[in-house]
């Protein structure tokens, strides 16, 4: 199956457009897709996406989905596993790392001062 992304060399993000709220996120989190696309209802394909959050946002439940995700924390702070009210959870520093299978459970999230993640989702090949 190919991939569906561009061939795209190197050139400038503009961070101060194209961000919108995914479905389901609370209004402080944003996405930018930087490349591809994930197509949930088919189980197929693969996207690029840079995700904000606004200092002091987090979400109350954990999230599941039936692809792989590979997180990386470019900057700002990142708590995983804090409560409903935005309490607790282990706090990480920029330069960490997850990948999650398909069916794992993670979160909930929040970030105190804000932060950016470049984030890449894909379905195994069929």
Known sequence: MPVNKAHDE???????TGWETPPGYPEGI???????????DNKRGTRTRLLRFAPGVYTTAPFVHDYWEEVFLVQGDLTVGNDEKGEGGTPFPPMTYACRPPGAFHGPFKSEKGCILLEMHYYDPV
């Open 30 to 40: 944003a996405q930018k897709i930087i490349s591809g696309g994930l197509d949930e």
């Open 10 to 16: 190197f050139y400038t993000l503009d961070l101060n």
